[in-house]
């Protein structure tokens, strides 16, 4: 599956099936950029789980509706429910396992 970017529009329809990792991030954000080859990692490994970023910079609203101060913050939705969040720069192995026990 592709990576998705979603806007402030069509992030709640992007979020609201199955397991979905959201990636909060800015352009400028160097953490931001060092995660993204790991995301794209996941969705080519993990067929199960989507994989959707906001641009923070240009979507504030759904940043701060989700109460996001920090980026990359991610965080993972389960049929349109948050059901955890990770702050800054992890490993492949940690978000792996961090979405295997969502599944």
Request: aromatic share 6%.
């Amino acid at each position: 599956m592709a990576i998705v970017h979603a806007t402030d529009q069509s992030f709640a329809q992007e979020t609201s099936e199955g397991l979905v990792l959201a990636d909060f991030w800015a352009p400028w954000c160097g953490p931001c950029k060092m995660i993204a080859p790991v995301l794209e990692e996941l969705d080519a490994e993990m067929s199960d789980v989507k994989v959707v970023k906001l641009d923070v910079d240009e979507n504030q609203e759904t940043a701060s509706k989700f109460g996001v101060m920090s980026i990359p913050t991610l965080l993972v939705f389960k049929n349109g429910e948050v059901v955890d969040q990770v702050v800054g720069f992890q490993p492949k192995e940690a978000l792996a396992q961090t979405l295997s026990k969502h599944q």
